[in-house]
């Protein structure tokens, strides 16, 4: 399984950015997908997850209502809508494949990240 993300960039305080994740080489649809972020010295954290058919979706505190976590299924596809981002937001955001959770030991398969600078 490989994932590739992309999307991330700098962004000022308010702005938005979508991040895009595309899995190959296993069946899309064999997966829940989820996002976790890590800011410097600081541990990776969980920010949204989606369900296998995108019924269910669970998000960490710090983003609800922020951040919308989707999935497009015929394009092996998952997305982040990251609106009214704050520079504490700034982090390398993963995407990850696995069971539907919030802990990282669900995911078996991560992407290389990308990473979200919100600042003036």
């Known amino acids: 399984v490989q994932l590739q993300a992309s999307g991330g960039g700098l962004v000022q305080p308010g702005g938005s950015l979508r991040l895009s994740c595309v899995l190959s080489?296993?069946?899309?649809?064999?997966?829940?997908m989820g996002w976790f972020r890590q800011a410097p010295e600081k541990k990776r954290e969980f920010v949204a997850a989606?369900?296998?058919?995108?019924?269910?979706?669970d998000y960490a505190a710090s983003v609800q209502g922020r951040f919308t976590i989707s999935r497009d299924n015929a394009k092996n596809t998952a997305y982040l809508q990251m609106n009214n981002l704050k520079p504490e937001d700034t982090a390398v955001y993963f995407c990850?494949?696995?069971?539907?959770?919030?802990?990282?030991?669900?995911?078996?398969?991560w992407g290389q990240g990308t990473l979200v600078t919100v600042s003036s």
């Open positions: 080489g296993r069946t899309f649809t064999s997966f829940a």
């Open positions: 990850t494949a696995g069971t539907y959770s919030h802990y990282i030991r669900d995911y078996k398969h």
């Open positions: 989606i369900s296998w058919g995108g019924g269910n979706t």
